[in-house]
């Protein structure tokens, strides 16, 4: 692989991180052939990617090439490996995109009614309310993991995808306890009325944990909301629940539920207690808004800045917000 270390610093630096991510487990997207290459017939040890840079083993430590190629491996790896990626709070969510960490407000169109048109056929004007979700929570989230001198030294290359892993991972189960957090929190909105209250009529008449009763009790209520004489036409679409009754809507869903909630049904770690929650279809009438700065959906996975210390760190930051956008679901307080 002596031709890799004649290359420019870029393209060498290219071809051994992808040669890298690969070793590692990563199906780079347009590889370049030479790290294909290499990666099927090179020598992958220490000694034989150092060779490929065109340096000696024993300075590795300070190798600004092997840190840029390990760099380089990590973000082919946090973009392209196929990884199972537990995504599913996202589903009862709608995304919303906020260009900074400012505590601001994400406004919204309240329910209106269309006016029936007379003999002219002319269109009249509205006049609509605006709704302003109060956003004020957005966090940043990080840590990171050591590439430890010593895995270097054995070229545990695959480590480097365990700990991209673990860090996207950790991001995503925080996401995930915000928005099922929010939930259980009953925040209060700005008309200064808990997101669930009994005066919104979005609290279940018949409580208890989900049955045919209770279910139907909570579809009611859901069908049947109205907001300033407006009558909303929502349709029940998911559940979601304490883990503890997972088993119990599993059956229930089994005998036919799901014909009526397309959505199926979540349970989560973070909702205690026995409360649960009936949800519309977010793409019809959204409860909660899932906010990152810009298009920064995902964790940001890269590494820091040289070999800082015995090794190499590998930095996830992810920042993000839940917020409760409307009123529009039903609590069944479960008891």
């Not at 992808?18 to 487990?25: F, I, K, R, S």
């Not at 996207?168 to 909105?189: H, I, K, W």
């Not at 979601?240 to 059956?251: D, H, I, K, S």
């Amino acid at each position: 692989m002596s031709d890799i270390a004649k290359l420019p610093f870029h393209d060498r630096v290219e071809i051994v991180g992808q040669a890298l991510a690969m070793a590692a487990g990563a199906k780079p997207g347009n590889a370049h052939p030479w790290a294909v290459d290499y990666h099927r017939r090179g020598d992958l040890t220490l000694a034989g990617v150092m060779a490929a840079l065109g340096q000696s083993p024993a300075g590795f430590m300070t190798s600004s090439d092997l840190a840029s190629s390990i760099a380089e491996a990590v973000r082919i790896i946090a973009l392209e490996a196929e990884r199972p990626r537990d995504l599913t709070h996202r589903t009862i969510t709608r995304l919303v995109s906020v260009p900074d960490f400012k505590v601001g407000a994400v406004p919204r169109a309240n329910p209106i009614n269309l006016v029936e048109l007379d003999h002219t056929g002319a269109v009249p004007t509205l006049s609509a309310s605006i709704a302003e979700a109060e956003l004020s929570g957005m966090k940043t989230f990080g840590g990171i993991l050591s590439l430890t001198r010593q895995a270097i030294i054995n070229a545990e290359w695959p480590l480097v995808a365990s700990l991209v892993e673990e860090l996207t991972q950790a991001a995503y189960r925080q996401e995930a306890a915000a928005v099922f957090g929010l939930l259980a929190s009953n925040p209060t909105l700005p008309d200064g009325t808990a997101m669930f209250d009994a005066s919104r009529g979005n609290i279940a008449i018949t409580g208890g944990a989900p049955s045919s009763s209770t279910v139907e009790s909570s579809i009611q209520a859901l069908v049947n909301m109205s907001v300033g004489g407006i009558r909303l036409g929502l349709k029940p679409w998911a559940i979601v629940a304490p883990v503890g009754l997972g088993c119990t809507l599993a059956m229930l869903f089994e005998k036919g539920l799901a014909r009526l909630l397309p959505g199926g049904f979540f349970t989560s770690p973070d909702l205690t207690g026995t409360a649960w929650y009936l949800l519309p279809d977010p793409a019809q009438r959204p409860v909660i808004g899932l906010a990152h700065i810009g298009t920064g959906t995902e964790p940001m996975v890269d590494t820091q800045e040289g070999f800082r210390t015995d090794g190499l760190g590998i930095r996830c930051r992810h920042s993000f917000a839940a917020v409760a956008l409307s009123p529009f679901a039903v609590r069944n307080e479960g008891q």
